[in-house]
């Protein structure tokens, strides 16, 4: 008898959650104009070709207008990478800006691709099509553009060491040498190999990902980038965030606005915000747009390889039986807002910039500790006395400045000849992901990470200085 209560409530339980008969596409007409409606965007809500274009270009073209974010005829950088946002994000700002007097989209784009074939696992081959392909879109549009290398974050340590590109030297970013440093691309590889889990190295490619994007903003002289961060990507990345300790960041990073550098005006904007996944496929289908891309590292991967992998399997499996998820996790994050502390009390995080509070930073940064070890002066190589022979840093008689140049860079000032913990310069989040890194190296960290702790390194050192030359509150007064 009891056996068969828990079966009955079981189906009762069962079909209670279970989410309404959706009913035939042909039985319900157009939504706008009573017309045949052709595809079904959420629950019963059917639309025609013309309306949904109408609409979801009307969507765009309203939030760009409302937000007043963008100034008109202001120069404007759109990240493109091939996927079916961006994809979707190029051809809205292309039609926008071909429109008619009336109803065109003032501003003036460019594009920029940054190439993240470094980091993939997938061969070679395969990568230079689908590159090439992503460049082929974006020379059809008929923009300004420019392609990024993702290896190109540790550029800066490249040009001081005198071996960057142009230099004639047998260093180049795809060539190896045993008579200089590592290629900036066998500096990113390395780096990623050192990360143990997946997810600390989805995390650590889109904070690596977002300061390339900070770095062409700043060449480029644009203060505006357009991203094609949907409503159902937007709703992922709160809770995968969350998950990942980046909970403080949520607001910013999943909001139509997110500032960037706040003394130079940079932000990221995202116009396709309050779209869903589900209409920019249609929109891609119905026009015939190409998707081509390089996949993600968790492709061709189980549910739970990764923590954003796994967050995004589960939203999309909610919002397929219940089409209000996406917008309620949204409006959520809408409402959460970020505690304010004193300006005094906040520094800026070494890998992404976000605040951290120096406020108990100690005791938060003995839970985890990032290492990074000083790195050991190294021997010229038998028969390298000479170098490559080609003019270079590299040859025998210009090496020593070179070498002198590229030492301080690897071995940043008062780093001592141990190892250098990087935790109390880091927020929370990058504490995680780089704490899964193992035998960090000043050679396989970002350029900006360097340059950054060099900035607090000299801060510091001047603070101590000035130390001895400042009265004690408590002292007697004359």
Not at 105 to 125: K, L, N, Y
Request: net charge neutral; with cysteine; charged share 20%.
């Amino acid at each position: 008898l009891n056996l068969a209560v828990c079966v009955m409530c079981s189906n009762l339980e069962e079909g209670a959650l279970a989410p309404p008969t959706e009913p035939r596409l042909v039985d319900r007409g157009c939504l706008k104009c009573g017309g045949q409606g052709i595809l079904r965007l959420r629950g019963t809500d059917c639309y025609c070709r013309p309306c949904f274009d109408k609409m979801y270009i009307h969507k765009f073209r309203s939030l760009l207008g409302k937000t007043r974010y963008v100034n008109r005829d202001e120069e404007v950088l759109v990240a493109f990478s091939g996927g079916s946002r961006s994809r979707t994000l190029l051809h809205l700002v292309c039609q926008g800006i071909m429109e008619n007097q009336h109803a065109r989209v003032r501003i003036r784009p460019s594009v920029v691709f940054i190439d993240e074939s470094a980091v993939s696992t997938f061969p070679v081959e395969q990568l230079k099509r689908w590159t090439d392909s992503v460049k082929r879109v974006m020379a059809e549009t008929g923009l300004p553009h420019r392609t990024v290398l993702l290896e190109s974050i540790f550029e800066h340590d490249d040009t001081d060491g005198a071996a960057g590109a142009g230099s004639g030297c047998c260093r180049s970013s795809d060539s190896a040498s045993a008579c200089g440093p590592l290629s900036a691309r066998e500096r990113l590889q390395q780096l990623f190999a050192s990360v143990a889990s997946l997810s600390a190295k989805e995390d650590l490619l889109v904070q690596l990902r977002k300061q390339l994007i900070v770095r062409t903003l700043r060449a480029m002289a644009i203060r505006k980038v357009f991203v094609g961060d949907c409503a159902t990507h937007v709703a992922v990345n709160v809770l995968a965030l969350t998950s990942l300790g980046r909970g403080g960041s949520v607001p910013t990073e999943t909001a139509y606005c997110e500032p960037l550098q706040e003394e130079d005006g940079m932000m990221i904007i995202r116009p396709l915000r309050d779209y869903s996944a589900r209409e920019i496929g249609f929109y891609n289908h119905l026009h015939g747009l190409e998707v081509t891309c390089i996949p993600p590292l968790s492709a061709l991967m189980a549910d739970k390889a990764s923590i954003a992998r796994l967050t995004e399997t589960f939203i999309t499996g909610l919002q397929h039986n219940f089409p209000s998820t996406v917008s309620a996790v949204t409006r959520t994050a809408d409402k959460i807002e970020i505690r304010q502390f004193p300006s005094s009390s906040l520094t800026d995080c070494l890998l992404c910039g976000a605040a951290v509070t120096s406020t108990g930073v100690g005791q938060r940064a003995a839970q985890r500790s990032v290492l990074v070890q000083a790195p050991a002066k190294s021997q010229p190589a038998a028969g390298a006395e000479g170098g490559c022979g080609g003019g270079c840093a590299c040859s025998k008689g210009k090496n020593e400045n070179a070498q002198n140049s590229v030492e301080q860079v690897r071995s940043p000032p008062n780093s001592g000849s141990g190892s250098s913990d990087l935790a109390e310069y880091l927020c929370y989040g990058c504490r995680l992901t780089l704490s899964e890194a193992q035998h960090l190296s000043w050679e396989t960290l970002p350029s900006h990470l360097v340059k950054n702790f060099e900035r607090l390194q000299r801060r510091e050192g001047m603070r101590e200085q000035l130390q001895s030359f400042l009265l004690d509150d408590d002292g007697d007064e004359d």
